[in-house]
T-cell receptor, first 110, second 113 residues
Framework: AQSVAQPEDQVNVAEGNPLTVKCTYSVSGNPYLFWYVQYPNRGLQFLLKYITGDNLVKGSYGFEAEFNKSQTSFHLKKPSALVSDSALYFC????????FGTGTRLQVTL | DGGITQSPKYLFRKEGQNVTLSCEQNLNHDAMYWYRQDPGQGLRLIYYSQIVNDFQKGDIAEGYSVSREKKESFPLTVTSAQKNPTAFYLCASNPGTLYNEQFFGPGTRLTVL
């Protein structure tokens, strides 16, 4: 069975500092991996995805993620956090059916 | 303006009542999905449909029913058999391939009184 894990319920970072939201996956075969963001009482918005090719994927709002096959990870990163980045972030992966992680709440403070 | 709409935004239901949540898309997507979101549990798949007049159960289909009579519409009925229906319900769509991201509606928050 495939699974996606987000080991941190919450990540706190100061504005201007780099941020990392962690994601590991257990998906057989070649995985397709996604990051989504959710603001309060809203639907999910797509940020970026890894399909194949370059392990560093760039997405919306300055976010990027690095696919690491040996560590089965797909961590979300941003060089300089903004207060407006505060939200709930979901990692998702699939080889046959899309599976979501439990989400990580990112809190960016001044 | 393309996208997915869900209605209503908030829904209150008495125990023992069935309710239907609406989901409409004008993205011309073949596949549509219903998820349930509970705090700390991420998104769980209820039902999905890859083509009109066909749908499959997801991980937590018990107590729910769907129909897909039109490509644009995928309504979800929460029946009285669903033990804990209070949750945030999200509808999504995509062109139907695994490597395409899903587009989500704004959600419906269902509360059972």
């Amino acid at each position: 069975a495939q699974s996606v894990a987000q080991p941190e319920d919450q990540v706190n970072v100061a504005e201007g500092n780099p941020l990392t939201v962690k994601c590991t996956y257990s998906v057989s075969g070649n995985p397709y991996l996604f990051w989504y963001v959710q603001y309060p009482n809203r639907g999910l918005q797509f940020l970026l995805k890894y399909i194949t090719g370059d392990n560093l994927v760039k997405g919306s709002y300055g976010f990027e993620a690095e696919f690491n096959k040996s560590q089965t990870s797909f961590h979300l990163k941003k060089p300089s956090a903004l207060v407006s980045d505060s939200a709930l972030y979901f990692c998702a992966g699939t080889a046959s059916k899309l599976t979501f992680g439990t989400g990580t709440r990112l809190q960016v403070t001044l | 303006d393309g996208g997915i709409t869900q209605s209503p935004k908030y829904l209150f239901r008495k125990e023992g009542q069935n309710v239907t949540l609406s989901c409409e898309q004008n993205l011309n997507h073949d596949a549509m999905y219903w998820y349930r979101q509970d705090p700390g549990q991420g998104l769980r798949l209820i039902y999905y449909s890859q083509i009109v007049n066909d749908f499959q159960k997801g991980d937590i289909a018990e107590g729910y029913s769907v129909s897909r009579e039109k490509k644009e519409s995928f309504p979800l009925t929460v029946t009285s058999a669903q033990k804990n229906p209070t949750a945030f319900y999200l509808c999504a769509s995509n062109p139907g391939t695994l490597y395409n991201e899903q587009f989500f509606g704004p959600g419906t928050r269902l509360t059972v009184l």
